[in-house]
């Protein structure tokens, strides 16, 4: 059964920072792409970040650049997403997705990918 199974959320100060772990099982992640993406209270998905299958290239939502990095180990089959200086702006739900091609897409659409977690929660706030 294929699962993906983000962790890391949680409740942070505006600049402070947060590291989300993406966990998959049921196919092999080193023959994906992955990417993170986010949904706000009554916004439509956003596409944050992608990495390609063997960390060769990444891509950034212009928002996030400078502030998040996206990394992967494909020996533990897993996919980080470390946010630094975060602010208000970034609370939302966070998802990673898998794509079954090696490199990321020319824009970050979720239709793009095959595979979605269930998210987890990042709020920013004092």
């Known amino acids: 059964q294929v699962q993906l199974v983000e962790s890391g959320g949680g409740l942070v100060q505006p600049g402070g920072s947060l590291r989300l772990s993406c966990v998959a099982s049921g196919f092999t992640l080193p023959f994906y792409s992955i990417g993170w993406f986010r949904q706000a209270p009554g916004k439509e998905y956003e596409g944050v970040s992608c990495?390609?299958?063997?960390?060769?290239?990444?891509t950034y939502a212009d928002s996030v650049k400078g502030r998040f990095t996206i990394s992967r180990d494909n020996a533990k089959n897993t996919v980080y997403l470390q946010m630094n200086t975060l602010k208000p702006e970034d609370t939302a739900v966070y998802y990673c997705?898998?794509?079954?091609?090696?490199?990321?897409?020319?824009?970050?659409?979720?239709?793009?990918?095959?595979?979605r977690g269930q998210g987890t929660q990042v709020t920013v706030s004092s």
């Open positions: 990495i390609n299958y063997d960390n060769s290239g990444t």
């Open positions: 997705a898998a794509r079954k091609y090696y490199s990321c897409p020319a824009t970050m659409s979720l239709g793009d990918y095959h595979y």
